[in-house]
């Protein structure tokens, strides 16, 4: 390793474009908190409150929102990709048309929130609590959202290829249609959904708890239903070509 000797003005000089630096991000946040802009990419706002502000169409990508108030905010098209949310509040936040690509939202809170084609596709939402969220053709592609209470949210024609499930609670959730390919849900909570329709192929529902739910039309070709209860389900007309069944049969 070879050590690089600096002189005593570069030393200064790099401590004065950092000073700088750090001033100007301050700058930022402060113009940001006191609603001069919307816009604050990267700007650390952990424990900030923005409840009822209205950042629809912000840029606020890759923003440390840890732990932040975010309770009715409007969030409409809003840019939060590689966000960190972190055990933030967005209980009935609007985030519809809003860009989550992969941000984290571990512990968030969106209870009630309208997220409806937002983009959480690679995003973090383990053990989330989004009871009756709206996430109609919402884009959850490859999202975590194991351990996430999901109980009542509308999810008609959202997409959850390869998304992972495990452990969540969806009872009562409605997911007409919705594409699931490829999905991870092991020891899942289905009881009551409206699945009719989806598409579930190749997903793994090990153990995972149907009581109830509708599967009706749904395509579970290729799916991997080992010891899921299914006793009470409806499968009326479902397509389980090549489909592993609870007893470890294997559906012709």
């Known amino acids: 390793m070879k050590w690089v000797a600096l002189m005593p003005g570069a030393v200064i000089a790099m401590g004065i474009i950092l ?3 750090t001033a100007r991000a301050q700058d930022r946040e ?7 802009t919307i816009d604050c990419p990267g700007c650390n706002l952990a424990g900030v409150s923005l409840k009822r502000r209205n950042l629809a169409g912000a840029d606020l990508s890759g923003a440390n929102l840890q ?3 975010l309770h009715k905010t409007d969030l409409r098209g809003a840019n939060l990709s590689g966000a960190n949310l972190v055990d933030a509040n967005l209980n009935r936040a609007n985030l519809t048309r809003a860009n989550l690509q992969n941000a984290d939202l571990t512990g968030a809170m969106l209870f009630a929130a309208n997220a409806s084609a937002a983009d959480f596709s690679g995003a973090k939402l383990k053990q ?4 009756d969220v709206r996430l109609i053709r919402a884009n959850l592609e490859g999202a975590d959202l194991s351990f996430a209470d999901l109980g009542g949210a509308k999810m008609t024609d959202a997409r959850l290829a390869h998304a992972t499930l495990t452990r969540a609670d969806l009872r009562l959730t409605a997911l007409f249609r919705a594409h699931m390919q490829g999905v991870v849900a092991e020891d899942t909570y289905f009881a009551g959904a409206d699945m009719r329709g989806a598409d579930l192929t190749g997903a ?13 039309d749904a395509n579970l070709s290729q799916a991997d239903l080992f010891q899921a209860n299914l006793s009470t389900a409806s499968l009326q007309n479902a397509q389980l070509s090549g489909t592993r069944m609870p007893d470890n049969t294997v559906h012709p």
């Open 19 to 21: 000073t700088s630096a």
């Open 30 to 36: 402060a113009a940001f908190l006191a609603g001069e």
């Open 67 to 69: 732990e932040a108030t």
């Open 128 to 131: 989330a609590l989004m009871g």
């Open 204 to 216: 793994v529902l090990l153990r995972s708890n149907f009581h109830e739910a509708d599967l009706g």
